[in-house]
């Protein structure tokens, strides 16, 4: 196999196959000793549990010295960096070959990489040892309870589905009984993570909640006594990585920025051939929508002659419940906003509604007839995905990467645009269709990176009173 470090023949796999027989007739044999030791364990208890575990601990050996017989790929340190920092992502790395796609598998240990590949390769089985009471044990009933409650959003539930699959799925500390688990045990866990990750405090409590929520949840199900979490106590905030702090600079297009960025989108437009992603992107610079509303804007939305858009639907991700757990397959269109509004009218600038124009005449160049005002040349609906992905591309040719990529990033500037221009709060609150004043002014009142000149004569002023 071409992608393969070391080329496996069929002879090799044969004696693979034949070293796994092997083991599993040790581990027979070994669980069949274990058997005869119960029965003879009657006066000598203490011999009896240091055999047993002397058996685990040879059996153990075997299983992960076989990985090293039959694994075709390196198993090595983990040293790519990411980020403008360069940034070490750290922990260990191999490949595996998946149905004859080659593809990567990490974990932040050497022994979970192990453990990872064991239950690859079918050396072990994912369920052994797991109590039924431990977190592992609860997961997937906790997960198919929220679904069928529905008292949190699929969103929240594939965020806490990837929250388990990186942090927690193959950790030791999962497959205990939480009846048995102490608060030092506990918080022994969380903070070697915390080290580990470097997580920002906003993750780590993601990654707390996850665990209170399974608590909470076997509790109720009465499958455990003990909310022994709760007693555990919160690292102190400088043990924590405190990622990115939004600042004008970096979370919007700043005035002398954004010429340039309005250019390049029209230029990105001509050498595209009809991808009028980009001159939604113009769009939202003058209206501040979120990128879920932007692309399901319909012509019957527009009031040109008024100069007002009435918003009152947007995308959403569609889920579909397979094996128990929600997947993504494509998005839905729901006849609601975000923060709970049946719908909202904002300002159509007269920006936007020539560049609303040229897209019609577009549309009727391409021979397009659609109720969407943003499509492609088949005539099928743009998603939220490709306004992304020409934000980015603009960034990037600006030499911007820095900033916080993102369609976010022009509601963020329409909104300090707006407050800047004295605009009072409360109407630019219900352009922009947030439900509490604090986020509006959470918008503008980020910090800026650098002083400007007039804050240097003020510390003068401040200095001797003149």
Sequence with gaps: MANQKYPVSFSSVLVQAEQLQQLQEEADR????????????????????????????????????????????????RNDTYGKTKKKRGGWLTRVNDNGKIRKMCAQ???????????????????????????????????????????????????????WNKYYKAQP??????????????????????????????????????WRGIVKFGMMEERITKE?????????????????????????????????FLNTLSELYEKSHFNTSYLGLKIDMYCGMRVGELCCLKWTDLDLEARVITLGREEVPHYEIIDGKPRQRGFDV??????????????LPKEA????????????????????????KNGKRIH??????AMRKTLRKLGLEDKIAGVHTLRRTYVTLMMEAQIPEKKVQQWVGHRDIQT?????DMPSDRPIPADADAVSRAMWGI
């Design 30 to 77: 070994l669980t069949a000793n274990i058997q005869n030791l119960r029965k003879m364990s009657t006066d000598d208890t203490i011999n009896f549990e240091a055999a047993i575990l002397d058996a685990i601990k040879h059996m153990e050996e075997n299983k992960r010295q076989l990985i090293y017989q039959i694994h075709p790929y390196k198993i090595s340190p």
């Design 109 to 163: 240990t050497k022994e979970e990489l192990e453990e990872k590949l064991l239950v690859f390769y079918h050396i072990v089985s994912t369920d052994s040892d797991i109590s039924p009471e431990s977190l592992a044990g609860l997961y997937d009933d906790w997960i198919r309870f929220r679904i069928e409650s529905r008292n949190v959003s699929m969103n929240t539930i594939v965020r806490d589905q990837a929250i």
């Design 173 to 210: 500390i999962t497959k205990v009984s939480l009846n048995k688990l102490k608060a030092s045990a506990i918080s022994s866990w969380f903070n070697e993570l915390n080290n580990r990750a470097s997580m920002t405090s906003k993750v780590y409590d993601q990654i707390r909640g996850v």
């Design 228 to 260: 022994t979490i709760k007693y555990v106590p919160r690292p102190r905030k400088d043990s924590f990585d405190k990622g990115r702090i939004h600042t004008k600079e970096n979370a919007t297009i700043l005035p002398e920025e954004r010429e340039g």
């Design 334 to 347: 729901v006849d609601h906003l975000k923060a709970g509004h049946d719908h909202r009218c904002i300002p």
């Design 353 to 376: 509604s020539d560049i609303l124009e040229l897209i019609r005449s577009e549309n009727e160049r391409q021979g397009i007839q659609s109720e969407w005002v943003f499509v492609q």
């Design 384 to 389: 939220g995905t490709s306004f992304l992905k």
């Design 440 to 444: 509006t002014k959470r918008y503008y």
